[in-house]
T-cell receptor, first 111, second 110 residues
């Protein structure tokens, strides 16, 4: 079946611009995660959605980062006023039982 | 705070040369340990979940084992297509508390 999809696959932006990253989870998976992966670093948890519960935003690095999940399915991660240190691969995962299934990621480059 | 340390950071093997990757962890009440494979430019691909010490799981040339302090990913007679970064992760509380290691980059030379 279809896996987790993310778009765009690559995004190059200028410092100070806003960006939106999209994640389409596997159908039926109620939990959705966003992670950030920087070179030489482990996956950094950003935010977690579970059903209709309030999201766990404890991993968001600053108030420039926000995310929403509409209709319990598609999620959008928004980064406002991007900085060069935001450059990384942003990964989305959806979960069935205790296993997370990852999308291919969006590589964000901030010039 | 949960911690995951993977070693070695990089490993180069000849085709057919078996070896093991290590994942040491410190958690307050392990609920599960995951192994993932990640190819360049792709998201992590799920391999195994282990829940309790003594548990073992196998898939093709890979075998994962778990003790109270660490997990091993054994690779038997590896092939070049096994080249990838292998990630270990643990969760101890709610499902959102998943902590990943940095990974071991494996290269298998023909």
């Amino acid at each position: 079946g279809a896996g987790v999809s993310q778009s765009p696959s690559n995004k190059v932006t200028e410092k100070g611009k806003d960006v939106e990253l999209r994640c389409d989870p596997i159908s039926g998976h109620t939990a959705l995660y966003w992670y950030r992966q920087s070179l030489g670093q482990g996956l950094e948890f950003l935010i977690y959605f579970q059903g209709n519960s309030a999201p766990d935003k404890s991993g968001l690095p600053s108030d420039r980062f926000s995310a929403e999940r509409t209709g319990g399915s598609v999620s959008t991660l928004t980064i406002q006023r991007t900085q060069q240190e935001d450059s990384a691969v942003y990964l989305c995962a959806s979960r069935l039982k205790d296993t997370q299934y990852f999308g291919p990621g969006t590589r964000l480059t901030v010039l | 705070e949960d911690q995951v340390t993977q070693s070695p950071e990089a490993l180069r093997l000849q085709e057919g040369e078996s070896s093991s990757l290590n994942c040491s962890y410190t958690v307050s009440g392990l609920r599960g340990l995951f192994w993932y494979r990640q190819d360049p430019g792709k998201g992590p691909e799920f391999l195994f979940t282990l829940y309790s010490a003594g548990e073992e799981k196998e898939k093709e040339r890979l075998k994962a084992t778990l003790t109270k302090k660490e997990s091993f990913l054994h690779i038997t007679a590896p092939k070049p297509e096994d080249s990838a970064t292998y990630l270990c992760a643990v969760y101890s509380g709610g499902y959102q508390k998943v902590t990943f290691g940095i990974g071991t980059k494996l290269q298998v030379i023909p």
